[in-house]
């Protein structure tokens, strides 16, 4: 931890200070720190990701017969995993979204709301912050459960998270892989919830890092059955089956229907409990079909806003027709 503290105590001495400083911006200095926090716990995973869980991962099956090449796909994945990881998008949101979550507060602080703080309604857990970090841990993954599935439900939302499950090589690196569209509505929730329920900025950050460390694993191709282990935890064969082609974003029997199954992030216990878990261990090819994705990530946020914005305005010519 020494070594942590020192070298964010660097950092905002020798580069975010003199920059700040120079540009005016010293009013920011406070929210500056967690930016640094961001992008250092963003260098701890990225390590973990490349030195640790991808040599790890088994050759996967079936990619020589198909002729599919994945390294430039794989590029563009860890060009994402760069911008996220990095704090990159969260510095967008908080430029562009904060002064509208400062208003939100404000107005909230008026009103006189009460913010479901864990704390003041569980007063004993002041004394271990394990537990309360754990019961955070477990409420933001139930949110992110119904995101999840939500954006499965609706034809132009799941054109931009189409994006995601696009990767006919899913790789340890795949877990960044989404429209910037989505990763904006993901965090203004994602925040919403966070600020409601009082987690502190702090906390909130050690919640997602810790959170998207465990989904990088996820997307890993590792030939393991996991055992006991799948009913605890959301295992790569668990989340593999939701990302396998007409398989885990159609209903069962209905091709081109939007459903799908195993959308649990974190737990695989909304899955059971909704009834949307399958556990399956054998080999299944990722991908959306009916895409073929650039290898360019610019190209691919166009081409699937592109698509997201024709599925609306399908929409809306029904609507018409009516």
Request: glycine share 4%; with cysteine.
């Amino acid at each position: 931890m020494n070594l942590y503290d020192d070298l964010h105590e660097w950092l905002m001495q020798n580069l975010i200070l003199p920059i700040f400083f120079q540009l005016d911006w010293m009013s920011y200095v406070e929210d500056s720190t967690l930016a640094v926090d961001w992008f250092l716990l963003g260098v701890f995973q990225i390590t973990i990701i490349a030195f640790i869980l991808r040599p790890a991962e088994a050759k996967e099956e079936g990619l020589s017969k198909s002729g599919y090449s994945g390294k430039a796909a794989i590029s563009s994945d860890i060009f994402y995993c760069f911008i996220h990881r990095l704090g990159l998008i969260q510095l967008l949101f908080f430029f562009t979204l904060n002064p509208l979550f400062i208003k939100i507060g404000s107005s909230l602080h008026d009103v006189r709301f009460e913010r479901l703080n864990l704390e003041n309604i569980l007063p004993s857990i002041n004394a271990t912050p394990l537990l309360s970090f754990i019961i955070y841990l477990i409420i933001l993954d139930f949110v992110d459960y119904l995101y999840h599935r939500v954006s499965h439900r609706f034809s132009w939302w799941w054109q931009l998270h189409a994006l995601h499950h696009s990767q006919r090589h899913m790789t340890v690196w795949t877990d960044n892989r989404n429209h910037l569209i989505d990763d904006v509505l993901k965090a203004f929730v994602f925040s919403t919830v966070a600020l409601v329920i009082g987690i502190e900025p702090s906390q909130f950050i050690l919640l997602v890092a810790l959170s998207h460390l465990i989904q990088s694993w996820q997307h890993g191709y590792y030939v393991y059955q996991f055992h006991f282990l799948k009913y605890l935890i959301v295992t790569p064969s668990f989340h593999r089956y939701h990302h396998a082609m007409r398989l885990g974003y159609e209903l069962p029997g209905k091709p081109g229907v939007l459903g799908g199954c195993n959308f649990g992030v974190l737990f695989p216990w909304w899955d059971l409990l909704f009834q949307t878990a399958i556990f399956d261990n054998s080999y299944h090819p990722t991908g959306v079909d009916s895409i073929v994705p650039s290898n360019n990530p610019f190209i691919q946020q166009i081409q699937f806003l592109r698509n997201s914005i024709e599925s609306l305005k399908r929409a809306f010519s029904r609507q018409d027709a009516l």
